[in-house]
C-alpha cells in the first residue's frame, strides 16, 4: 500500500477527486436552499432538476469514444475542469431554466470524472490494493468537503449565492488545470478497448450496479430536500450536518476500503443493504430533526460501500475490459436515474413516505443480488 501511494497516478487522482467532489459538495450545499429560497422551487421541479442531472451519467458510455481522441487521464481533468466551470455559473442564473443549464453543465464534468477516476484506479492498482487507494480517495474528499462547508458556513452570512458558487467553482477549475498539465501514465499497462463491451458473465455486476443507481436517486434527489422542505433546514444548518457527515467519513473511509480487503465484497455489501433498508423506513416516518440527521449521515457512510461493487468486478473482469466496462457501468447505473427523479417528485405530491419506500425495497433487492458474488479462487 505504501508503495501505491509513491505512484504518480495516486496523487494525480486523489487531487482530482478532491477537487471534484468539494465542488459537488458545494454544489448539493447550497442547491436546495438556493432552489427553494431564491428561485421559487418545488418538489416537482427539484425532481426534473435531479432527472437532468442524472443524463449525462446515462451518456457515460460515450467516454470510450472521446478516449479515441484523447488520453484518459487528459479526460478526466478536462472533466474536472467543465464541472468547475458549471458550479460558477450555477449563481448567475437564478432561474429554472438556468439551473437545467448549468446542472447539465456541472453533471457532465462529474460523470465523466467518475467514469474515469474509477476506471484508472482498476487499472493502476491491483486487487489487494484498489479498496484501499479508493478509501484514500473517500477519505481526502471528506476533508476537503469540510473545508469547503467551513468557507460556505462562514462566508454565506456576508456573501451571496452567486459569488459562493463563483468561488467554488473557481477552486475546482484551478485544481484542473494543474492535472492538465501532468503525465502521471504508465505505458506497460494493458492497453483498453475502445469500443462498448458488454459481456454475459458480467450479468451480475451490471445488476448491482443498475440497483445501485436506482436506489442512489432517492437520496440524492429527495433526502436534502426532505430537511430543508420537512424540517426548515437553514443553508447554515446543511452547512454544519455535511461537515459533520465528512468528518465522519474522512476516518471510516479508509476503514472501510481495508474492510472489503479483509471480509470481502458480499459481506461489505450485504452490511450495506441491510443497513439502508431501515434508514429508508426511517425517512419515511422519522418526525425528529435530530434523528433524520443522524439516518442522512448513515446513508452517507454506507454510500462509500459502493466501492465493493467495482472491486468485485476487478476480480472477474478481463484486464482489457475495465476502462469500456467502467463507462457501461456507469450508464447502466443512470438507466433508472433519469426517470426516477421525476417520478420521485410526482409521488411527493401524493405522499412524500412513498418516495423512500421506494428506495427501501429497491435496498432489498439489492440484498438479494449481493448473495450471488462469487470471487474466483485466487482472488
Avoid at 356 to 363: H, I, K, N, R, T
Wanted: charged share 10%; glycine share 8%.
Amino acid at each position: 500500500m505504501k508503495n501505491a501511494a509513491k505512484d504518480p497516478m495516486y496523487r494525480y487522482l486523489l487531487i482530482l477527486t478532491i477537487a471534484c467532489t468539494a465542488g459537488l459538495q458545494s454544489w448539493r450545499t447550497l442547491f436546495d436552499n438556493f432552489a427553494v429560497n431564491m428561485v421559487g422551487l418545488d418538489g416537482h421541479h427539484v425532481g426534473i432538476i435531479q432527472s437532468v442531472r442524472e443524463i449525462p451519467g446515462f451518456l457515460s458510455l460515450l467516454a470510450v469514444y472521446f478516449m479515441l481522441i484523447m488520453r484518459e487521464h487528459t479526460l478526466s481533468a478536462v472533466s474536472v475542469l467543465t464541472l468547475g466551470l458549471g458550479v460558477a455559473l450555477t449563481g448567475l442564473m437564478p432561474s429554472f431554466g438556468g439551473l437545467v443549464l448549468t446542472t447539465l453543465i456541472m453533471s457532465f464534468g462529474m460523470h465523466y470524472f467518475e467514469t474515469t477516476n474509477q476506471s484508472l484506479t482498476l487499472q493502476y492498482f491491483d486487487k489487494g490494493v484498489s479498496p484501499w487507494v479508493f478509501g484514500q480517495q473517500r477519505s481526502a474528499a471528506a476533508a476537503a468537503n469540510v473545508g469547503i462547508g467551513l468557507v460556505i458556513y462562514f462566508s454565506a452570512a456576508f456573501m451571496g449565492y452567486t459569488w459562493l458558487y463563483l468561488f467554488c467553482g473557481g477552486l475546482v477549475a484551478l485544481a484542473a488545470g494543474w492535472a492538465l498539465l501532468q503525465d502521471p501514465t504508465n505505458r506497460n499497462l494493458v492497453a483498453q478497448h475502445k469500443k462498448m463491451i458488454f459481456r454475459r458473465k458480467y450479468w451480475l455486476y451490471y445488476l448491482l450496479t443498475f440497483l445501485a443507481g436506482a436506489r442512489r436517486q432517492v437520496f440524492v434527489a429527495f433526502a436534502v430536500f426532505l430537511l430543508v422542505k420537512k424540517f426548515d433546514y437553514t443553508v447554515q444548518q446543511i452547512t454544519v450536518l455535511f461537515i459533520i457527515n465528512n468528518i465522519v467519513n474522512f476516518f471510516l473511509s479508509p476503514y472501510i476500503g481495508k474492510a472489503v480487503i479483509r471480509y470481502g465484497e458480499r459481506k461489505v455489501l450485504s452490511l450495506e443493504y441491510f443497513s439502508l433498508i431501515i434508514v429508508f423506513v426511517g425517512y419515511a416516518y422519522v418526525e425528529s430533526r435530530l434523528l433524520v440527521a443522524v439516518l442522512y449521515i448513515l446513508d452517507h457512510i454506507f454510500f462509500n460501500f459502493a466501492m465493493a461493487i467495482r472491486t468485485y468486478f476487478q476480480k472477474v473482469a478481463d484486464p482489457a475490459d475495465i476502462a469500456p466496462s467502467m463507462a457501461a457501468g456507469f450508464t447502466i447505473n443512470h438507466i433508472a436515474a433519469v426517470v426516477l427523479p421525476v417520478l420521485g417528485g410526482m409521488l411527493w405530491l401524493v405522499d412524500y413516505r412513498i418516495t423512500f419506500l421506494a428506495g427501501a425495497v429497491l435496498a432489498l433487492a439489492s440484498l438479494v443480488a449481493a448473495q450471488m458474488i462469487r470471487i474466483p479462487d485466487g482472488d
